[in-house]
């Protein structure tokens, strides 16, 4: 049930980002396709970590081009 309501998190903060998790858009590159500066990438990702209470190693951080990885990242 936790997954279920960390997903629930998760759609709501990429939600007012306006970034839609359905099909192919959260495969979409950041910067390239959902044209998006790294400091909002940045900013997306404090507060994703802030709603759910974890923390991704910045290393893992650095690699990350699309919303399905920013998702695995929080969900292992």
């Known amino acids: 049930m936790k ?4 997903l629930r998190k998760i759609s709501k903060v990429f939600h007012q980002y306006g970034i839609d998790l359905t099909g192919k858009r959260k495969y979409a590159s950041f910067e390239s396709d959902l044209r998006m500066d790294k400091v909002f990438v940045s900013g997306l990702i404090f507060e994703l970590e802030y709603e759910l209470r974890k923390q991704i190693e910045d290393d893992k951080v650095e690699g990350v081009q699309a919303p399905a990885q920013i998702i695995e990242l929080l969900m292992s």
């Open 3 to 6: 997954n279920y309501t960390d």
